[in-house]
């Protein structure tokens, strides 16, 4: 079985400063990780993805992740935010050769002016 | 959103109709895939198709149905027998490569809404 929690619901930070939103993920096998940010009566948007190799990956929109296997976690960050990051942002991950991706509970982020 | 569609993007239903949800895509992409999104619940898998004329139930299937007659479609039908069906529906589709699933790209959604 796989899963992925993402703990916290609601995120605020001030526009300029880094935000950080948590991903930790339990699968079997290698693990392949994906962000993706959903804006009101939208679909998700592809943010980024952990397949293989560096362990800082890098996305669109300025955002970056950084995949820490000890930790099994893949934490989204951002070095200074901008009003319009603020959304709802989605972590999912697929386990070895799972069939599907398993998708986490999502976490609103809030930039403030 | 890609080259994924959805329609329409607001359906209104009375309770004991059946309704089908439209999803198209223009990506050649082999595998496709319904969730339904609630409120502070996330994403649910109602459904997947990885080939043609074949598909399997996901973690909510009760009271749904798909269809995969050609690769780029793959409507839902939501049935009476779906005990809460208002929420917000998503399409997506992936490529398949050595059997397995990569990122997914979404359509914008269908609102459905039961009275």
């Known amino acids: 079985a796989q899963s992925v929690a993402q703990p916290e619901d609601q995120v605020n930070v001030a526009e300029g400063n880094p935000l950080t939103v948590k991903c930790t993920y339990s699968?079997?096998?290698?693990?392949?990780l994906f962000w993706y940010v959903q804006y009101p009566n939208r679909g998700l948007q592809f943010l980024l993805k952990y397949i293989t190799g560096d362990n800082l990956v890098k996305g669109s929109y300025g955002f970056e992740a950084e995949f820490n296997k000890s930790q099994t976690s893949f934490h989204l960050k951002k070095p200074s935010a901008l009003v319009s990051d603020s959304a709802l942002y989605f972590c999912?991950?697929?386990?070895?050769?799972?069939?599907?991706?398993?998708f986490g509970s999502g976490t609103q982020l809030t930039v403030l002016p | 959103d890609g080259g994924i569609t959805q329609s329409p993007k607001y359906l209104f239903r009375k309770e004991g109709q059946n309704v089908t949800l439209s999803c198209e895509q223009n990506?050649?992409?082999?595998?496709m895939y319904w969730y339904r999104q609630d409120p502070g619940q996330g994403l649910r898998l109602i459904y997947y198709s990885q080939i043609v004329n074949d598909f399997q139930k996901g973690d909510i299937a009760e009271g749904y149905s798909v269809s995969r007659e050609k690769k780029e479609s793959f409507p839902l039908t939501v049935t009476s027998a779906q005990k809460n069906p208002t929420a917000f529906y998503l399409c997506a589709s992936s490529i398949v490569s050595a059997g397995l699933v990569y990122e997914q790209y979404f359509g914008p959604g269908t609102r459905l809404t039961v009275t």
């Open positions: 990506l050649n992409h082999d595998a």
């Open positions: 999912a991950v697929r386990g070895g050769s799972a069939r599907q991706l398993t």
């Open positions: 699968v079997s096998g290698n693990p392949y």
